[in-house]
């Protein structure tokens, strides 16, 4: 089994999102993302594919979207500033948006996603623990 940078878990966590899985090979350190709809897959057998990458021991699936949390991870962030403003933006309508405009207004947009990266490491650790999947921090 390689022993994987973490970094590449961390921007695969990045690049996240709906109706997308995203696995891990075990041996390469590949990262496959594959479609949870027929309609997205390009190639011969979607079925065949599904099954070889989720009844695999050589491949693990990464967390999804609802895993990492990302609202969770704004509103961390937005206790932790003080910024009254930032818990303000994510409990009106389109958080996402809000807490976005809100940070750039506020000039903490590079602080915030400095933040962000430094928990999609904390989760990437996390889930290489959990995984038993041997890695090394190039950050």
């Known amino acids: 089994m390689k022993t994987i940078n973490l970094k590449i878990i961390a921007d695969a966590l990045d690049e996240t999102f709906e109706g997308w ?4 090979n075990r041996e390469t350190g590949e990262v496959i993302s594959f479609p ?5 897959y390009v190639g011969d057998d979607y079925d065949a594919e599904m099954d070889r990458l989720t009844n695999s021991e050589l491949y693990v699936c990464l967390p999804d979207q609802y895993e990492i949390h990302e609202y969770g991870i704004m509103e961390d962030f937005a206790r932790k500033s003080g910024k009254t403003e930032l818990m303000t933006a994510l409990r009106q309508k389109h958080p996402y948006r809000r807490f976005k405009d809100e ?6 947009d590079k602080l915030y996603y400095s933040f962000r990266e430094n928990a999609y490491y904390e989760i990437a650790k996390e889930w290489c623990r959990k995984n038993e999947i041997a890695f090394f921090d190039s950050k």
Do not use: H
């Open 21 to 24: 899985n995203q696995f891990l």
């Open 36 to 40: 949870e709809d027929k309609g997205y």
């Open 103 to 108: 940070i750039v207004y506020l000039g903490i």
